[in-house]
Nanobody, 115 residues
Framework: QVQLVESGGGLVQAGGSLKLSCAAS????????MGWFRQAPGKQRELVAA???????NYADSVKGRFTISRDNAKNTVYLLMNSLQPEDTAVYYC?????????WGQGTQVTVSS
């Protein structure tokens, strides 16, 4: 089994920064893409950012220029640096990994941005 464990969420004022981390563990043979999704109350889960095993990145338009995704393949870990946070970024953030050719999800971490 593959587990994803997230950390780094919390409460921050508008304009502040947070860094999320997600470490994959277990019997890992392959991790292709890794990324972050978020779900705000009453809304569908949406892609925030993704990164391939080679380092190619993809961002939602709403976070381009403010968020940066990165990964450490040796540690099977993906990071999300979030700058200039706004109240509309408030959501539960979920880590995702295409690990061992299956979709894997973390338990989610709450990010709350106060105005």
């Amino acid at each position: 089994q593959v587990q994803l464990v997230e950390s780094g969420g919390g409460l921050v004022q508008a304009g502040g920064s947070l860094k999320l981390s997600c470490a994959a563990s277990g019997s890992i043979f392959s991790i292709r893409s890794m990324g972050w999704f978020r779900q705000a109350p009453g809304k569908q889960r949406e892609l925030v950012a993704a990164i391939s095993s080679s380092g190619s990145t993809n961002y939602a338009d709403s976070v381009k220029g403010r968020f940066t995704i990165s990964r450490d393949n040796a540690k099977n870990t993906v990071y999300l640096l979030m700058n200039s946070l706004q109240p509309e970024d408030t959501a539960v953030y979920y880590c995702h990994a295409d690990a061992n050719w299956r979709d894997r999800w973390g338990q989610g971490t709450q990010v709350t941005v106060s105005s």
